[in-house]
């Protein structure tokens, strides 16, 4: 798909194909179709971006709360995203044994005890060995860093979304 047919789609296309590069937030999706036409992929991304650092913590606050946790319940009872599933299990969070899934558990607890939102990260950028010791060590930051890092992650895991969604080996195309 190149930029001028990604320009071209109504709305209800769009937020078909896109409205999930932010998890379970398809309302950012549908708010920057408002800002066609876009000039690149970057472009795109820029424009989601920009609605996200627009909004007020409570906003970014919400869009964490849309994640489901890395081998949480939605894993478990199937019930995970097409993305999320993907990207869980290419980290291996599908794969855990007891001992590691009652530590990721107690640990996510944990996390959102103190923050009242879950830990984030972005899995394809990742192994199971460093996402099991940045969900450790994150839960000690202060509240500010962790939504801020969260938000973070949220764009790295959109980007490699929208990549995946668009061919990316032809020049001219998104
Ligand atoms: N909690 C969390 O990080 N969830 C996710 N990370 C990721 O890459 N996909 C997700 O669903």
Redesign the pocket.
């Known amino acids: 798909m190149d930029i001028a047919a990604v320009n071209g789609l109504p709305y209800e296309d769009f937020v078909d194909i896109f409205g999930n590069v932010v998890?379970k937030c398809p309302i950012i999706t549908a708010a920057v179709w408002t800002k066609r036409p876009f000039a690149s992929l970057n472009a795109l991304e820029a424009a989601i971006h920009e609605f996200i650092d627009a909004l007020p913590q409570s906003g970014k606050e919400g869009i964490l709360r849309c994640?489901?946790?890395?081998a949480g319940r939605d894993l478990h009872s199937g019930t995970l995203t097409r993305e999320?599933r993907e990207?869980?299990a290419r980290a291996g969070m599908h794969a855990l044994g007891p001992e590691e899934s009652r530590r990721v558990a107690r640990l996510n607890d944990e996390y959102k005890q103190r923050f009242g939102f879950?830990?984030?990260?972005?899995?394809?950028m990742s192994d199971k060995a460093s996402i099991l010791l940045q969900l450790s060590e994150r839960c000690r930051n202060e509240r500010a860093v962790e939504l801020a890092r969260g938000i973070e992650?949220v764009k790295k895991?959109c980007r490699l979304r929208l990549q995946g969604l668009v061919h990316s080996d032809a020049p001219n195309k998104l």
Do not use: G, T
């Not at 994640?67 to 890395?70: G, I, K, S, V, Y």
């Not at 879950?118 to 394809?124: E, G, N």
């Open positions: 998890e994640h489901p946790d890395l999320s990207e869980q879950p830990f984030v990260i972005c899995a394809r992650e895991i």
